[in-house]
């Protein structure tokens, strides 16, 4: 029987890791010392990939694909689309913002920042433009299209090298991760991932078996079916590593959590007693309890990464790395380093 294709509800992710996002911690490892060329994209290369979190009250609603730190010491704010729309200019500007003020809060000072739009098959060079005019200041866009990527020869030397075991560079990793997003119409693009996920499962090297997967699923996060990521969450939490390290931190964020249960009941008490003189409503307490629950997960969840990035340093991890995984400021962990020493 031909499975359903249902189109997974916008604004979803398939996977969420706590405080190890997934999609910092896969692009960090591949795109370390690579370039966007990959991409059409000509710049300065890569880095380290910076968590993409924002500072902003509508964080939940904003939130870019990658933010990359490139070797001349500018920041990209990389972004995909599947459609041109003017309106997402606006978007941009916000990541820009919130990004500047962000890397202010960290650094001290505005660094320079660049802005990469990355289109899928659906939209076509000549059809976009790639300029923010505001009449006080100009805005350039760096795009890439996937539209013109050559499907059939990357295929060919992907399945040459997985026929023979042989070694497979970043450039044709990262074209294989894209690949699926290389094709116009949705039900192209999932038959796409399903090809890549029967690939990969020829790969000896279990760890590029990661890198791929847990790329093609970021990056096509919009078309993915439901099914297919947790098919691929699946494949990529069988590496012992990656499901201890999974495990460990859910537990101490569990137990953390539990810990602060007494501190959230006590704080909305005191919070509806104040806001409601009479008859307290289940509409105020609901409220009440989701804000003071979000609070505390908020703080709750700040503790338990400062915890796994005291004991990472102990274990002489380096600054980048403990920042990728615990989603903390660079400078916050070089903070706590110097006060361990």
């Known amino acids: ?16 890791y706590q405080a190890k996002d997934v999609f910092s911690k896969v692009m960090a490892d591949l795109f370390k010392g690579e370039s966007f060329a990959p991409f059409g994209v000509d710049l300065p290369k890569v880095v380290y990939a910076e968590p993409t979190n924002l500072p902003a009250i509508e964080a939940n ?25 003017e309106q997402n ?11 500047a003020k962000r890397l202010y809060n960290d650094l001290g000072y ?26 006080c200041g100009t805005i350039n866009m760096n795009e890439g299209f996937l ?13 040459q090298i997985v026929e023979n075991d042989g070694d497979m560079d970043s450039d044709v990793i990262i074209r294989l991760m894209v690949y699926p997003l290389s094709f116009e119409s949705l039900s192209e693009k999932q038959d796409a991932i399903r090809r890549v996920m029967t690939l ?22 919009k078309v993915i079916l439901p099914e297919d990521a947790e098919e691929i969450r699946r494949k990529i939490m069988s590496n012992p590593l990656e499901r201890l390290i999974e495990t460990e931190m859910q537990a101490m964020l569990d137990r953390a959590l539990a810990e602060n249960t007494e501190k959230v009941t006590e704080e909305v008490t005191n919070r509806v007693t104040g806001e ?6 289940d509409e105020v307490t609901s409220r009440v309890t989701d804000e003071v629950t979000s609070k505390v997960t908020e703080e709750v969840t700040e503790s338990v990464s400062s915890r796994i ?7 002489g991890d380096s600054v980048d790395k403990i920042a990728l995984t615990t989603e903390m400021p660079v400078e916050a962990v070089k903070r706590l380093q110097a006060a361990m020493a």
């Open 110 to 135: 505005i660094p320079k920042l660049r802005l990469i739009i990355l289109y899928t098959a659906d939209v076509k060079r000549g059809t976009t433009n790639p300029v923010i005019d505001l009449g």
């Open 200 to 221: 990969v499962e020829r790969m000896s090297d279990d760890k590029l078996k990661g890198f791929i997967l847990s790329g093609m699923m970021v990056f096509g996060d």
């Open 309 to 315: 990035a005291k004991n990472m340093l102990m274990q």
């Open 61 to 85: 609603e904003l939130r870019m694909d990658t933010l990359f730190r490139l070797e001349d010491g500018s920041y990209a704010i990389v972004d995909y689309e599947s459609e041109y729309n």
């Open 1 to 16: 029987m031909a499975r359903k294709r249902k189109r997974k509800k916008q604004g979803t992710r398939p996977i969420s």
């Open 147 to 159: 539209s013109e990527l050559d499907q059939e020869a990357l295929w060919h030397t992907v399945s």
């Open 89 to 99: 200019k606006l978007k941009y500007l916000g990541y820009l913002v919130r990004v």
């Open 276 to 281: 409601v003189t009479s008859k307290v409503t």
